[in-house]
């Protein structure tokens, strides 16, 4: 007799939008047993897993929901941490609509697995258990690794060569660990106990961390090569873009780093317990499509703003958000100013914003992104009052490292250049991915970079062939 598929996938329960727009708490509460279990019974467990191709670091997706349909947990979160030992962030933050529920075979008819809910399920299960089961290392090889970057690709790096035998050492910048994930991403679609969790499971399996120490300055790249066999760059893309209009030096316009950094990472979001120097403000503009323009939108909203805009040139169709972000901002009250770009800021007698002076547009021919091209609509200028504007139009890398270590080629967005195959760079001993390599892309592919370069540094580490 046939399986009988259920065509939807399992609801997750979430905070109802008036509720979660007073508090920065997480929105979807996951996934009970039984509803974990419903939800993996609808895998058809595919012999040719396409899902598995569509995972950027290769997850035997139908042999850990197989697990989880037969209600043994603890044998699912082995099969997944023996590729990805990032599950709890994935399973919220990463793109799965794009990547392995797009080549579900169950969407050819119905919503596929939800592959994501699942992988978040088995991660916070493993976490209510107390301490996560440690994987065996290879013996010790005496070779050491620098990751520059605790971010998404640099944790992969680290968690796969840590249990291959070798040292590994994680530089991070910042006071804290994890990269985009704590600076960039909110409390209320990432909690910081998520990513300290799985941070931590890292130092458990031995690798160590270095926080506040910034590769280019405490040290460069050269003097990091003396003492280390080879090194992984996952240094992000923490350099802003501004549109280079009249006004944006004015008072109340922030980049979304600057503004998402000041309520992740100074705790904005804590207020009153942290008196974070940030403009709460009321009337706000966000400029951009993507999920960070999405991110800062539902921030502005839960300090206090009354009203939200995000504006943005292309129509919501083009928008580079995930939908499942655009939904929540839609449900919460953020207004979309679709095929709209911001010409000008103007202030007031102190030098704060106070309108944003905007132009409608209309769409073209398809450009190089495939994306229909926005044109301006002449004559159609118009105004909104602001307070407050952040700008979220994408990032480049920071320049420090190319800027101090002459001989490793960059591209001219000043993304460093690798071999895609290996991520090998110019500079002998030195592999780099992620945002560095490719502007503001996806955590998963970041993780998947990592995971590259990781196999490229062991084989590296275990000849001596470059």
Same mark, same amino acid.
């Given at each position: 007799?046939?399986?009988?598929?259920?065509?939807?996938?399992i609801p997750m329960k979430e905070q109802p939008p008036e509720e979660r727009i007073k508090n920065f708490n997480?929105?979807?509460?996951?996934?009970?047993?039984?509803?974990?279990?419903?939800?993996?019974?609808?895998?058809?467990?595919?012999?040719?897993?396409?899902?598995?191709?569509?995972?950027?670091?290769?997850?035997?997706?139908?042999?850990?929901?197989?697990?989880?349909?037969?209600?043994?947990?603890?044998?699912?979160?082995?099969?997944?941490?023996?590729?990805?030992?990032?599950?709890?962030?994935?399973?919220?933050?990463?793109?799965?609509e794009d990547q392995c529920e797009k080549v579900c075979v169950l969407a050819k008819k119905y919503e596929p697995?939800?592959?994501?809910?699942?992988?978040?399920?088995?991660?916070?299960?493993?976490?209510?258990?107390?301490?996560? &089961?440690?994987?065996?290392?290879?013996?010790?090889?005496?070779?050491?690794?620098?990751?520059?970057?605790?971010?998404?690709?640099?944790?992969?790096?680290?968690?796969?060569?840590?249990?291959?035998?070798?040292?590994?050492?994680?530089?991070?910048?910042?006071?804290?660990?994890?990269?985009?994930?704590?600076?960039?991403?909110?409390?209320?679609?990432?909690?910081?106990?998520?990513?300290?969790?799985?941070?931590?499971?890292?130092?458990?399996?031995?690798?160590?961390?270095?926080?506040?120490?910034?590769?280019? /300055?405490?040290?460069?790249?050269?003097?990091?090569?003396?003492?280390?066999?080879?090194?992984?760059?996952?240094?992000?893309?923490?350099?802003?873009?501004?549109?280079?209009?009249?006004?944006?030096?004015?008072?109340?316009?922030?980049?979304?780093?600057?503004?998402?950094?000041?309520?992740?990472?100074?705790?904005?979001?804590?207020?009153?317990?942290?008196?974070?120097?940030?403009?709460?403000?009321?009337?706000?503009?966000?400029?951009?499509?993507?999920?960070?323009?999405?991110?800062?939108?539902?921030?502005?909203?839960?300090? !206090?703003?009354? &009203?939200?805009?995000?504006?943005?040139?292309?129509?919501?169709?083009?928008?580079?958000?995930?939908?499942?972000?655009?939904?929540?901002?839609?449900?919460? !009250?953020?207004?979309?100013?679709?095929?709209?770009?911001?010409?000008?800021?103007?202030?007031?007698?102190? !030098?704060?914003?106070?309108?944003? &002076?905007?132009?409608?547009?209309?769409?073209?021919?398809?450009?190089?992104?495939?994306?229909? /091209?926005?044109?301006?609509?002449?004559?159609?200028?118009?105004?909104?009052?602001?307070?407050?504007?952040?700008?979220?139009?994408?990032?480049?890398?920071?320049?420090?490292?190319?800027?101090?270590?002459?001989?490793?080629?960059?591209?001219?967005?000043?993304?460093?250049?690798?071999?895609?195959?290996?991520?090998?760079?110019?500079k002998k001993g030195v592999w780099a991915g992620g945002d560095v390599v490719r502007g503001g892309a996806t955590?998963?592919?970041?993780?998947?970079?990592?995971?590259?370069?990781? /196999?490229?540094?062991?084989?590296?580490?275990?000849?001596?062939?470059?």
């Open positions: 007799m046939a399986k009988k598929i259920i065509p939807q996938k997480e929105v979807p509460y996951g996934y009970s047993e039984e509803e974990a279990i419903q939800e993996a019974k609808r895998c058809l467990q595919c012999k040719r897993a396409t899902c598995i191709a569509g995972c950027p670091v290769e997850i035997d997706i139908p042999g850990f929901i197989k697990k989880i349909a037969e209600g043994d947990f603890r044998a699912a979160i082995k099969i997944m941490k023996d590729k990805n030992v990032l599950p709890a962030v994935c399973g919220r933050v990463c793109p799965q697995v939800g592959i994501g809910r699942l992988e978040r399920f088995i991660a916070d299960w493993e976490a209510e258990q107390g301490a996560a &089961e440690i994987p065996p290392k290879a013996p010790s090889t005496g070779k050491r690794v620098a990751v520059v970057g605790s971010g998404p690709g640099g944790l992969t790096v680290a968690g796969d060569l840590i249990k291959l035998g070798h040292e590994v050492v994680i530089f991070e910048a910042l006071h804290k660990p994890g990269g985009v994930l704590v600076y960039g991403i909110p409390e209320f679609r990432l909690p910081k106990t998520i990513v300290q969790r799985e941070v931590d499971y890292l130092l458990k399996l031995g690798v160590r961390l270095e926080t506040s120490f910034v590769v280019g /300055r405490t040290k460069t790249l050269d003097e990091l090569l003396e003492e280390f066999d080879a090194i992984y760059l996952g240094t992000g893309a923490g350099l802003p873009w501004f549109m280079n209009i009249p006004g944006e030096n004015y008072n109340g316009v922030y980049s979304a780093n600057e503004y998402l950094t000041r309520s992740n990472l100074m705790k904005a979001y804590l207020f009153p317990q942290y008196d974070t120097p940030i403009v709460r403000g009321k009337k706000v503009a966000v400029i951009g499509g993507g999920n960070v323009a999405m991110d800062s939108a539902r921030t502005a909203l839960r300090l !206090g703003a009354e &009203e939200v805009r995000i504006i943005y040139r292309r129509s919501e169709k083009e928008m580079p958000a995930r939908i499942e972000e655009i939904e929540h901002a839609k449900e919460e !009250g953020i207004i979309f100013e679709i095929l709209t770009l911001p010409v000008a800021y103007h202030a007031d007698e102190n !030098g704060w914003v106070k309108e944003a &002076e905007c132009i409608r547009m209309k769409l073209g021919e398809p450009d190089a992104s495939g994306r229909r /091209r926005p044109l301006p609509i002449e004559g159609s200028n118009f105004k909104i009052p602001v307070d407050t504007v952040v700008v979220a139009i994408g990032q480049s890398p920071n320049p420090l490292i190319a800027q101090t270590t002459p001989d490793l080629k960059v591209g001219k967005w000043g993304n460093i250049e690798v071999d895609p195959e290996t991520g090998k760079t110019s955590v998963i592919l970041a993780m998947g970079d990592g995971r590259v370069a990781a /196999r490229s540094i062991h084989e590296y580490l275990k000849t001596g062939v470059w």
